[in-house]
Nanobody, 121 residues
Framework: VQLQASGGGLVQAGGSLRLSCAAS??????????LGWYRQAPGNQRELVAT???????NYADSVKGRFTISRSNAKNTVYLQMNSLKPEDTAVYYC??????????????WGQGTQVTVSS
């Protein structure tokens, strides 16, 4: 399973960005369960931003509650992250994660390549 993330960039504080991450595979994807976004700032460990289950249950990091919205399209195997009221401390590389089940590999976690988000003050 390959995860292709897009939508990062440079934005001023208070601005918005929308990240997308699409899952694809040369083989058959049986199901995609938990989808999530994580981020890693320079010198920091990777941290959870938000997750969404296949049933739509959502979890956010306290630092982004009320500003970020995660959503998914099961038909498109895509997860989105709408980021509003961005702050300089949101600057990081954002990674998408998917727990997918395929005929070849069974159930396992996959990571996207990361997309840079930079918020200027």
């Amino acid at each position: 399973v390959q995860l292709q993330a897009s939508g990062g960039g440079l934005v001023q504080a208070g601005g918005s960005l929308r990240l997308s991450c699409a899952a694809s595979s040369s083989g058959r994807i049986i199901s995609i369960g938990l989808l999530g976004w994580y981020r890693q700032a320079p010198g920091n460990q990777r941290e959870l931003v938000a997750t969404i289950t296949s049933g739509g249950s959502i979890n956010y990091a306290d630092s982004v509650k009320g500003r970020f919205t995660i959503s998914r399209s099961n038909a498109k195997n895509t997860v989105y992250l709408q980021m509003n009221s961005l702050k300089p401390e949101d600057t990081a590389v954002y990674y998408c994660n998917a727990r997918a089940t395929t005929l070849l590999s069974g159930a396992r976690d996959y990571w996207g390549q990361g997309t840079q988000v930079t918020v200027s003050s």
